[in-house]
């Protein structure tokens, strides 16, 4: 009888099951896991470059106005605005000019009875002579570009200042921005955000690191090397005349001002901005605002790279300019590549010890560190920008990658839709204002709290899946992937849970408990709020904005 032919083990020695179709699995998880870390290390690498071109110095700016002073246009933008549109107004209308060349716009599309409150501070105000007017429209058309557009057909001002409701200007603003408009190729000037409420809760305080990261190396290293960057949607000012020149405000993407940017400057204009002029703003302090708000410049980012960009790259502009445009505007598409990767933690460590590639695990680590340490230099260099203590800033970080990393869940979805034309027809969502940082919300307005209930089951689903991933790491012996797994577990964590907080939170004096009620209109019977002297500018809110924004270091 003749010996049987030897059969293959059906066991690897690691006990693993050895198969052509396991095998294939492990092989496809790995390529998976390798291009997408391959699409994301430049995005890391950039991060760098951003930092050194913050390095360098800044273009010299006119510093004064020769002449008689132009006219200026102020427009404010609003819609439903009930806690925080009388604090705007007041702080518009206190804004140091002649007032024989200041007019200000109150371009109100609210439809919560709000404009009631934003009448009778108007009346108010032209009562002693401010040439303030509330423009109403009959439709939304357009949202805020189609209220802009609207303001400008009937704006007197040669200069063209914008402020969303929760910005709260110094009073010399005007004075600030101006000076850099002496060079006539200067078609807007842009400042920074200055922050309210940073020490409201563990969200702003990440914000805050956030946004001075965009503000003082993002806007600072493109000024300072001449590259394309963009006016914010408020805190700039325009050139009407570059403002009509480059087609004016369109509403075919959600963020029309970063659109409107890139159509001014590719045709010639040039942008300046100011590191040193500051505008206090609010901070969405709830997950449901923040999100809302990334969602809308996440797919407003790539929309616009869509339409512009095939223009850009047509056209002759230096390489330079072309690269960074790209990093710019196609920024956002980490969003849905770090969720990908964070969900290929686990498999890929997995399949590197199917296909007996364990001592390629220590790679993770190295991995690890390349891709967290340029965004930790980036927003640490960032956090120090404001005199924040080293302990602050160390202490901070981790939860600045954590939560960058938690929004990916909501945004990644957002990034999608404007990859896609229907993605176009999406309506333009406004962030939720709070008005806590003037001393609360006004009784009977709607504070949202929630996340999107689809977003927050992903997050929590997305969190649980990475601590059942922590689980089988420490048991099958992957430590070189837990410090992946730790961050990623962190972030969806924490806006999963804060998401859902405010839900089992007791609302807030003055804060409805349900979904409905507005701010009553006059005929409720409610007074109008007392007026504001031109001279008096409410000392309460004068030291919360002193205290909160902080001066540069």
Same mark, same amino acid.
Request: charged share 20%; proline share 6%.
């Given at each position: 009888?003749? /010996? ?57 700016? %006119? ?17 439903? +605005? ?6 705007? $107004? ?13 007019? =200000?716009?109150? /371009? ?12 009778? !501070? ?21 949202? @805020? ?8 057909? +009937? ?25 850099? #408009? +002496?060079?006539?190729? =200067? ?9 309210? *409420? ?19 190396? &993002?806007?600072?290293?493109? #000024? ?5 960057? *963009?006016? *914010? ?16 405000? +369109? ?50 980012? =790539? ?18 300019? @072309?690269?960074?445009? $790209? ?15 964070? =969900? ?10 199917? /296909? ?28 120090? @920008? ?10 901070? /970080? ?18 999608? !839709? ?8 999406? %309506? ?18 709607? $504070? ?21 991933? $922590? ?30 907080? %405010? ?13 409905? @009620?507005?701010?009553?209109? %006059? ?9 504001? &002297? ?20």
């Amino acid at each position: 009888m003749g /010996l049987e032919p030897a059969r293959p083990p059906l066991f690897n020695h690691r006990g693993h099951l050895m198969s052509p179709t396991v095998d294939l699995l492990a092989y496809t998880i790995l390529a998976l896991a390798g291009g997408t870390l391959l699409l994301l290390v430049p995005f890391a690498v950039h991060r760098t470059y951003l930092l050194l071109l913050a390095a360098r110095r800044r273009p010299e700016l %006119p510093t004064r106005w020769v002449g008689k002073l132009p006219h200026v246009t102020v427009q404010l933008p609003v819609y439903n +605005e009930a806690a925080v549109v009388e604090r705007l $107004i007041d702080a518009a209308c206190s804004l140091e000019y002649p007032c024989d060349r200041l007019e =200000i716009q109150v /371009l109100d599309d609210s439809t919560d009875g709000s404009d009631a409150l934003a009448e009778a !501070r108007v009346s108010a105000w032209r009562a002693k002579g401010t040439d303030v007017h509330h423009i109403r429209r009959t439709e939304r058309t357009g949202f @805020k570009a189609g209220a802009l557009s609207e303001g400008l057909l +009937e704006a007197k001002g040669e200069f063209l200042l914008v402020l969303d409701a929760d910005f709260v200007p110094h009073a010399d603003l005007l004075h600030r921005l101006l000076p850099p #408009f +002496e060079e006539p190729g =200067i078609g807007m000037v842009q400042a920074r955000w200055d922050h309210l *409420n940073e020490r409201e809760n563990l969200l702003t305080r990440v914000q805050a690191f956030l946004l001075d990261g965009h503000f003082f190396l &993002e806007h600072g290293g493109r #000024f300072a090397a001449g590259r394309f960057f *963009n006016f *914010n949607g408020t805190a700039g000012m325009w050139r009407r005349r570059c403002l009509e020149d480059a087609g004016g405000w +369109e509403a075919d993407t959600l963020t029309e001002d970063l659109d409107l940017s890139y159509r001014a400057q590719m045709r010639g204009w040039r942008f300046g901005y100011l590191e040193d002029v500051g505008v206090p703003a609010e901070l969405p302090a709830v997950v449901g605002s923040l999100e809302g708000q990334q969602r809308r410049w996440a797919q407003g980012g =790539i929309q616009t790279a869509r339409k512009v960009l095939p223009e850009l790259l047509r056209g002759e502009f230096p390489g330079r300019v @072309k690269v960074e445009a $790209i990093f710019h505007l196609c920024g956002h598409l980490a969003h849905p590549l770090t969720l990908l990767l964070g =969900i290929l933690i686990f498999p890929s460590a997995w399949a590197r010890q199917t /296909l007996g590639l364990e001592r390629y695990l220590v790679l993770d680590l190295a991995v690890f560190a390349a891709a967290t340490l340029p965004f930790l230099m980036f927003y640490g260099v960032a956090g120090r @920008k404001r005199s924040r203590s080293w302990r602050g800033v160390v202490t901070t /970080l981790p939860l600045v990658l954590a939560t960058g990393i938690g929004l990916t869940a909501s945004v990644a979805g957002a990034v999608l !839709r404007g990859l896609v034309p229907a993605g176009g027809n999406d %309506p333009f969502l406004r962030t939720p204002k709070q008005g806590a940082a003037a001393g609360g919300s006004r009784p009977g307005t709607m $504070i949202p709290g929630t996340s999107k209930p689809a977003h927050t089951a992903l997050k929590l689903t997305l969190a649980t899946w990475m601590w059942v991933c $922590i689980a089988g790491a420490v048991a099958n012996g992957f430590y070189g992937s837990l410090p992946f797994l730790l961050l990623f577990a962190s972030g969806w964590t924490f806006l999963g849970v804060e998401g859902v907080r %405010p839900i089992f939170t007791a609302p807030a004096s003055g804060m409805n408990e349900g979904a409905a @009620k507005v701010w009553p209109s %006059p005929q409720s019977g409610r007074e109008a709020s007392p007026e504001l &002297e031109r001279d008096g500018k409410d000392a309460r809110l004068v030291r919360l904005r002193d205290r909160e924004a902080g001066r540069v270091a």
